[in-house]
């Protein structure tokens, strides 16, 4: 009999184990980010920001845009596929007047993804919003230039053309072009960036504040 315990016991840890290897990637952030919604009302029909951590990590975004009731729902190290993923989480449920979008940057950096991969996933993200929220304005964020990521620029240049040309053609759609205005002399400026060199400081978050706000719907 204790051998038939010792067995159920190691088989029924053994299963919580594997459920929790096979956790799709940021399920705990949006989980976290689902119970501090029933603490905290958020704003209704908010100008949603949502995407990587380059959103999650503007600190004071709700403050800037406070006159635009604006939500801030990004999550850390999200490529493209994560945010479609998790629609039905961080998207869906606010129903958002305008949808600020920036995800991407962490694709370019996988050697097998090209700028077609990122704008075929951007794309398919595009579909899945349009299927729920088919008149909803979205605001892209182009892929910006973190000095840490120098060597992916010309992917990054890439995937921005072919966003911006799919969008042309898009209805309710805009295209915020951050790269130029956060190069000097066609070189990343460091000064913009942490000491990570990839997420931003104040001076570059308000760069993509002046950068954002003409766009946003009050």
């Known amino acids: 009999m204790r051998k038939i315990i010792l067995l159920i016991t190691t088989l029924y840890f053994s299963i919580l184990s594997i459920a929790a290897q096979t956790k799709p990637p940021f399920w705990d ?3 976290t980010i689902k119970k501090y919604d029933q603490l905290f ?3 209704v ?7 990587s951590s380059s959103i999650r990590k503007w600190d004071n975004l709700t403050q800037v845009f406070a006159k635009y009731n604006a939500l801030n729902r990004g999550i850390g ?3 493209i596929n994560d945010i479609t993923f998790y629609l039905n989480d ?5 129903e958002p007047r305008q949808i600020v979008l920036y995800v991407g940057e962490n694709d370019i950096i996988n050697d097998k993804v090209t700028a077609d991969t990122v704008l075929n ?5 595009y579909k899945a919003i349009r299927a729920k929220l088919p008149v909803t304005p979205i605001a892209y964020i182009s892929i910006k230039p973190s000095p840490s990521r120098d060597k992916f620029r010309d992917k990054a240049v890439a995937s921005n053309e072919l966003i911006k040309k799919f969008l042309a ?3 309710n759609t805009s295209f915020i072009d951050i790269f130029p205005r956060m190069l000097q002399d066609g070189k990343s400026r460091s000064e913009l960036f942490v000491d990570d060199m990839l997420h931003m400081n ?6 993509w504040e002046k950068a954002v706000k003409p766009y946003l719907i009050k």
């Open 29 to 31: 952030d949006v989980q």
């Open 41 to 43: 009302k958020p704003p």
């Open 45 to 51: 029909h908010p100008v949603l920001f949502v995407g």
């Open 77 to 79: 190290g999200a490529v």
């Open 90 to 94: 961080v998207v869906f449920p606010y």
């Open 121 to 125: 996933r951007t794309v398919a993200l």
């Open 169 to 171: 053609g898009e209805k």
């Open 202 to 207: 104040p001076d570059g978050y308000a760069i």
